[in-house]
């Protein structure tokens, strides 16, 4: 008498097993020229599907929120991993993860698309406005994502009953996870239309939110001219030929960081008349150049620029015209 196999192990379910799946191809008949195509990949680049904002598109209203097609995923999604009750139990957290990659990068096509003439500093940021904690926690209250989600007690209003109350930067940091999580899955569980389902909603979404900088782009874009520019300008303040004024790196430029996007730190340090060293402005930004502007503009309300400083060069200018006219006089009479 034969012995029965044993039955398989079954796996835990994972994410990924729950995930809309395209049918198996099956195998060709000897009658047909070539197999079929899969229909599991989609006929679109995800670059394509960015297309820029425009004032006259963008909503007055709140977009709908897409749906997660799997049932798993949606629970998934809503669910805090300190509500599981097993480790096989599905959270938010791998959703997160993904769903972070899916905001960073749609919003990166959408800005570059939109604003083609601003510094890398500056589109990002644009990008931090729309993807930092603030932003998607409010969005997830908004829908609310945030009644629907299951969260531990301690997230709650009230609190956990006779215990803690998590802090709000805690339960800020929630429900930017959850609206993370919320994209990972809308567009893993639609495999074919998810993304460009997603990109539609988030274009609607964050478009009022740079309304300003969109109404410039259309404008003719923000162009730094030699008036605007608040290099140009402390240089036409207090520059001359006998001062250095110097643009450095902060200590800890490149290594502070906001919402994982490293900032750039620069000081505007001044020497000369009887000055050394000394520093009239500084300023924080995602990029080198942009932090420099900004710090420039603050030195052109620095005290001691718009006050003993522009004098210095005012007296500086008079006596350098008295010596040319001098030296000009002098000329003329050797002659």
Known sequence: MSKRKA???????????????APKRQKPSSSSSAPTPSTSAPEFSPITLCTKWTTPTLPSHLPPLPP???PT???????????????SDLSYERLEWIGDVYLELIASELIFA??????????SRRRELLIRNSTLSAFSVRYGLDKRANFPSEFNLTGRPNGSTAHAKRKEKALADIFEAYVGGVIRSDLV???KNAVVWLKALWGPLLKAEIKVEEGGGRMIDKEQNPKVRLEQLIGASCVRIEYRDLPGTGERFVDKQPQFGIGVYFTG?????????????????????RAAEKAC????????????????MAKRAIERTTEEEEGKEEE
């Open 7 to 21: 039955p398989a192990a079954t796996s835990p379910p994972t994410i990924q097993d729950t995930s809309a799946r």
């Open 273 to 293: 008349w009887g000055e050394e060293n000394l520093l009239l402005g500084e300023a924080w930004d995602f990029g080198k150049k942009s932090a420099g502007h």
């Open 193 to 195: 239309n998810g993304y």
């Open 73 to 87: 995923l949606e629970t998934a999604a809503l669910t805090h991993s300190g509500q599981k009750k097993s480790p």
């Open 114 to 123: 939109t604003f083609p003439s601003i510094p890398e500093g500056e589109m």
């Open 301 to 316: 309300g620095h005290p001691m620029v718009v006050g003993r400083l522009v004098e210095r060069k005012r007296a500086y």
């Open 68 to 70: 997660i097609l799997s």
